[in-house]
Structures are given as C-alpha cells and as structure tokens.
T-cell receptor, first 113, second 111 residues
Framework: RKEVEQDPGPFNVPEGATVAFNCTYSNSASQSFFWYRQDCRKEPKLLMS???SGNEDGRFTAQLNRASQYISLLIRDSKLSDSATYLC??????????????FGTGTRLQVTL | ETGVTQTPRHLVMGMTNKKSLKCEQH?????MYWYKQSAKKPLELMFVYSLEERVENNSVPSRFSPECPNSSHLFLHLHTLQPEDSALYLC??????????FGSGTRLTVV
C-alpha cells in the first residue's frame, strides 16, 4: 500500500464548479498534513495546512479524519487559474526539521470555460 | 522567486560526466532537503541536512552525493548517472515550526 494515496485524475470541471479531492495515508502516527499545489513544470507551493477541526481559506476547505486516515480538499467556484496538480502531503512525527514529508502522486485538476 | 535558488535550471549530461547541482537560501532556514520528482511518481526525499547534520537515505544510490558546507548552501554532486536518473531535482528549505519552501528545481536529463 502506498504511504499517501491520491486519485491521479485528471478532474476536468467547468468554471464555477465545486470539486473535491481525497487522499488516504497509511501511517497512523502521522502528525501534520498539508495540501500543496504544483503548476506544470514548476515547484510545489504550500496551499494550506490541514487541521483536525477542518479549516477554510477562501474558496478552499480542508478536512482531516484521523480515524479513517483520510484528508480532503474542497474547491468551490473553480477558476481557470486553479488548474494545477494538487499534492497531498503528510509529515511523520514531529521531530523538528529532520522529520520527513511524504508526498502523494498528486491529483491533476483542469478547469475549463 | 521563492527565496530558494537552484542552479542550473536545466542540465543535460552524459553517463560518464560529473556535475553538481546547487541550492542556496538566505531565508534563515535551518534545514535543507533534496527531493527527486520523476514522471508519474510522488516526490521522493533523497537527503536532509538539519542543523548541519545529514540524515542518510540508504535507498539513494551512491552516484548521488550531497554536500552542505553551511546552513545556506546545499549541493548535489552527480557522477556516472543512468538514464533513469533523469528527473526534476527539487531543493527545499525549512525553519523549525514553519512550512517548506521549494526552489524551482533543476530538470536533469541523462543521455
């Protein structure tokens, strides 16, 4: 089983649509969770951290279910500029800067007119 | 620019060449990382330098050799690479308690 598993997509949605991505992780000791965004041929950039109580940043909502080891990202009112690959990222432990980030393969989103 | 600078942006090298990738950050971060991103695979952590202590990744072949002379600079020395080593090599840095900042990467092609 992969450490972090995502549906690779692509998800093709029209502008204005709501789209949700899911991610599962295998290490129950994982402590921190993130969504990164990676545009084509660019570096990953932090989109948002994921907190246990769920958190929202504008049109983006992240949820964490520790019991099911499941993370989600919801994008409302999709824009063309949201087209990118969304990486689910999990950090094992909380041992300072040496702690390891584990990345999913990413889910590709294409927003169309 | 993210504050983490990688050079070169693109590199084509033969299997017998020796080259080095460079990463530089002046963000005051105290850890630096090398990641490899191959097509259709997740980012793979290669090496971590945390407070100038290297964390080994035993799965990385010895043809990749990291060097961290100080907290602002990180190198990845490459020698006798294979075509399957062609990938995007990403450097990242981090300060304790904060998120990761990635460089733009070096796209490496081994011919």
């Amino acid at each position: 089983r992969k450490e972090v598993e995502q549906d690779p997509g692509p998800f093709n949605v029209p502008e204005g649509a709501t789209v949700a991505f899911n991610c599962t992780y295998s290490n129950s000791a994982s402590q921190s969770f993130f969504w990164y965004r990676q545009d084509c041929r660019k570096e990953p950039k932090l989109l948002m951290s994921v907190y246990s109580s769920g958190n929202e940043d504008g049109r983006f909502t992240a949820q964490l279910n520790r019991a099911s080891q499941y993370i989600s990202l919801l994008i409302r009112d999709s824009k063309l500029s949201d087209s990118a690959t969304y990486l689910c990222v999990v950090k094992a432990g909380n041992t300072g800067t040496a702690s390891k980030l584990t990345f999913g393969t990413g889910t590709r989103l294409q927003v169309t007119l | 620019e993210t504050g983490v600078t990688q050079t070169p942006r693109h590199l084509v090298m033969g299997m017998t060449n020796k080259k080095s990738l460079k990463c530089e950050q002046h963000l005051g971060h105290n850890a630096m990382y090398w990641y490899k991103q191959s097509a259709k695979k997740p980012l793979e952590l290669m090496f971590v330098y945390s407070l100038e202590e290297r964390v080994e990744n035993n799965s990385v072949p010895s043809r990749f050799s990291p060097e961290c002379p100080n907290s602002s600079h990180l190198f990845l020395h490459l020698h006798t690479l294979q075509p399957e080593d062609s990938a995007l090599y990403l450097c990242a840095s981090r300060k304790t308690g904060y998120g990761y900042t990635f460089g733009s990467g070096t796209r490496l092609t081994v011919v």
